[in-house]
């Protein structure tokens, strides 16, 4: 079966045979480090062998809490903020539907909070879940983070509000490490049913760990489904040959273009249900290789619609700045057939009887012409559709090329150094103990004091 398939045709006129070729040796000596684990940060590569390697008993117990889920709520609150939250709604809205909670008879709604520290955001679902039954899945690798320990603190004093200390207690599930961290601590002490995220699995690489499977099962998609396509993507992209393996060829052409002076990938969809799997490609991309000052900054639009806001940008002034990897899908789901009017009077019949996919089609066409005439380079990957299986294949795809690009890149793709400035920032101006000695500095430099 064809998941997924590189089409480099229309980055041609951008970077030649010779320079992908030129490139070929270090694309391949990055996977070769990435398979040997001789790399930089080699001690989180649990997920490269995870479609085959998964812990089974605990698949199993996956599977049955999200019965239990699918049967005694209305409403699954999952909380939990960047890799621990993008995957599970990225591939909920994409095999589902963007409007999976208006749609949804035989599986819960599922809310996702703790991604911000937005009030408004958190009374607002609690409004929501006002009446309704609910289940909450706490999700944080590290136990620690700010946003969802706010989130989990609000939702469990519902919780035991609503329920018996036992039912509550039923109706919380952890995804966390197994061992360390406040939330561990916690939910051991409570009784909560709880969940591993792998020690050598980093969050932006865990969707296919408990934190994806466990809402995406609640959803009611099919899990087994998923670690196939993951697993057929493990299994068949393993070639040194740049000729033969997508995922090398693709890391490789990102950094051509990189070094020619190009600094946005713009991940491009024309399915409004691939926005939020965009979202999860650019924390997986900016996480991975923004760093020591390099690397491509992904951005994500969503086309036709943001062909009418930032279209007019791309045409005439991106080129030199930016390029765009487009994922097109060979079946669309929900079709829609455009009917004929009597009259004509918007002057639309040429359309009549034809399917809306096609119309999107001819855009996409219409659109990579224009853009790459106006100099931006494009990359296409051909997708069979947008099952689960082939989800699956599709995240592990891109989880394996953006390594292999990081090391191409020459930085250590799995650590996040960066993401910790801010947090030293806020809790210092928070005054939390232990950060009293920045705290003044901040204060003047902000003018508060
Ligand atoms: O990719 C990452 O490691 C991060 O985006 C984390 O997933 C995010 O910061 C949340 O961390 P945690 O799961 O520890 O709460």
Redesign the pocket.
């Known amino acids: 079966m064809n998941y997924l398939k590189l089409n480099c045709e229309y980055a041609k006129q951008f970077v030649s045979e010779k320079e992908i070729a030129a490139m070929a040796p270090l694309a391949a000596n990055a996977l070769e480090k990435l398979h040997n684990k001789t790399g930089a940060g080699n001690d989180f590569l649990g997920w490269l062998t995870l479609p085959t390697d998964y812990d089974k008993a605990e698949f199993e117990r996956i599977k049955k809490a999200a019965e239990f889920i699918k049967k005694s709520c209305d409403i699954l609150v999952v909380i ?7 995957g599970a709604r990225a591939v909920i809205e994409a095999v589902k539907s963007v409007n999976y909670n208006y749609l949804a008879k035989e599986t819960p709604q599922i809310f996702f909070i703790g991604n911000s520290i937005s009030p408004s955001m958190l009374t607002e679902l609690i409004q929501i879940c006002e009446g309704k039954d609910i289940c909450v899945n706490v ?7 700010t ?2 320990a706010i989130a989990f603190r609000a939702f469990s004093e519902l919780l035991y509000s609503k329920y018996s200390k036992e039912e509550a207690a039923k109706r919380i599930f952890c995804t ?1 490490d197994k061992a360390r ?1 406040t939330l561990k601590q916690l939910a051991d002490e409570a009784g909560y049913e709880c969940f591993v ?1 792998p020690d050598d699995v ?5 969707v296919l760990t408990a ?1 994806g499977l466990l809402p995406i099962a609640s959803a009611g998609i099919d899990i087994d489904a998923l670690m196939a396509g993951a697993a057929a993507a493990q299994q068949s992209l393993c070639s040194k040959d740049i000729n033969e393996n997508d995922c090398l060829k693709y890391a490789a052409v990102r950094n051509c273009l990189y070094n020619k002076g190009k600094r946005l990938e713009c991940f491009i969809s024309y399915e409004p249900s691939m926005a939020m799997f965009n979202e999860w490609l650019k ?2 991309f900016a ?1 991975s290789e923004g760093k020591d000052g390099k690397g491509l900054y992904p951005v994500s639009c969503i086309f036709s619609t943001d062909l009418h806001s930032v279209g007019q940008y791309i045409q005439e002034s991106a080129g030199p700045l930016m390029f765009e990897s487009c994922i097109k899908f060979e079946n669309a789901p929900g079709d829609y057939i455009i009917k004929e009017l009597s009259g004509n009077a918007d002057g639309l019949n040429f359309l009549a009887g034809k399917k809306m996919s096609l119309v999107n089609e001819k855009a996409r066409q219409g659109t990579l012409l224009a853009h790459t005439e106006g100099g931006v380079a494009n990359i296409i990957f051909e997708a069979a559709g947008l099952s689960s299986e082939n989800m699956g294949y599709i995240i592990y795809f891109f989880e394996k090329a953006c390594a292999v690009s990081g090391y191409i890149l020459g930085v250590n793709p799995f650590n ?1 150094p960066g ?1 910790e400035s801010y947090k030293n920032n806020m809790f210092a101006l928070l005054g939390k103990p232990g950060y009293e000695n920045q705290k003044e500095r901040l204060e003047k430099a902000l003018g508060l004091c």
């Open positions: 939990g903020i960047g890799g621990s939250y993008l999700i944080s690798k590290s136990g620690t983070t946003e969802p966390t961290g995220i980093g969050g932006r690489y865990s934190v924390q997986l996480e996040q993401v």
